[in-house]
């Protein structure tokens, strides 16, 4: 059988954070989803955040009219947010939670015993034709409940599996393989990022539910000392690998 095919979604808010430590407008993010896309990235995601900290409106503007690829805009649920995505209609929005003070995001949104709140945003967003994703931790609870709101996708955060020593990261692994197999009995697509690195990706890629993985910081970190293409092209590499050995063992 052959296996499902793995997505790569880049993130390039921190192409975009380089150039604002200095201000102008080099080094260009919409260069770097060109780049991207021609290294073989599969979609191009995007995080603007309440204080413009790395994207900008005007980046968001452009990237919607220079790319070809699909644009996931990552956004806090908030009225200004909302109104920013209804007038660009990416084609997927991920709704993250954000906090002016965090460096990056750091969970998970709480989507269990917040449906009355989020609801009216997955309802806008899906009205205007956007693919609704919810960024969350990959417990059942919480993709239960972002069905339950009529999401199309899920995003497990995977920054714990990323960040754990050797002996719990069995156990990280075993819940987002939960959570991604939970969201598909339920029609859920399901996509995973944060945090994920060269040594880390192989298991996560191996998860068949799993069909998008997004990853920016990593990429854009590597990029540095081998080229954003070069480091692209070898993250994607290892996914198709990982992937195909994967499925290799399950019709075994």
């Not at 906090?99 to 998970?108: F, I, L």
């Not at 598909?184 to 998008?212: N, Y």
């Not at 954003?228 to 992937?243: N, T, V």
């Not at 050995?245 to 019709?251: H, L, R």
């Amino acid at each position: 059988m052959e296996p499902r095919y793995l997505r790569l979604g880049v993130n390039i808010d921190h192409v975009a954070t380089i150039r604002n430590a200095r201000g102008g407008v080099h080094p260009d993010p919409v260069r770097a989803a060109l780049a991207a896309a021609a290294a073989g990235a599969d979609g191009i995601t995007a995080h603007l955040r309440e204080d413009r900290r790395h994207m900008t409106d005007n980046d968001i503007v452009r990237l919607t009219e220079e790319i070809e690829l699909p644009l996931n805009l990552e956004m806090a649920a908030t009225d200004e947010m909302l109104q920013i995505a209804l007038r660009h209609v990416p084609h997927a929005a991920c709704i993250v939670p954000e906090k002016r003070q965090e460096q990056t995001t750091e969970g998970g949104l709480a989507v269990a015993g917040a449906q009355e709140f989020l609801a009216p945003f997955v309802r806008e967003l899906s009205g205007a034709g956007i693919r609704v994703s919810l960024f969350i931790e990959p417990d059942i609870r919480q993709v239960e409940a972002a069905h339950s709101l009529g999401a199309s996708v899920v995003e497990l955060h995977t920054g714990a599996y990323c960040e754990a020593d050797k002996d719990d990261r069995s156990r990280q692994f075993t819940q987002i393989e939960t959570a991604a197999a939970r969201a598909e009995e339920l029609g859920l697509e399901c996509h995973a990022g944060h945090g994920l690195t060269f040594d880390t990706v192989a298991s996560i890629a191996g998860i068949p539910t799993i069909v998008e993985l997004n990853i920016g910081h990593f990429l854009i970190g590597e990029s540095i000392f081998g080229g954003l293409e070069s480091s692209i092209k070898r993250m994607r590499s290892l996914m198709d690998k990982s992937r195909a050995s994967a499925a290799g063992q399950n019709s075994s």
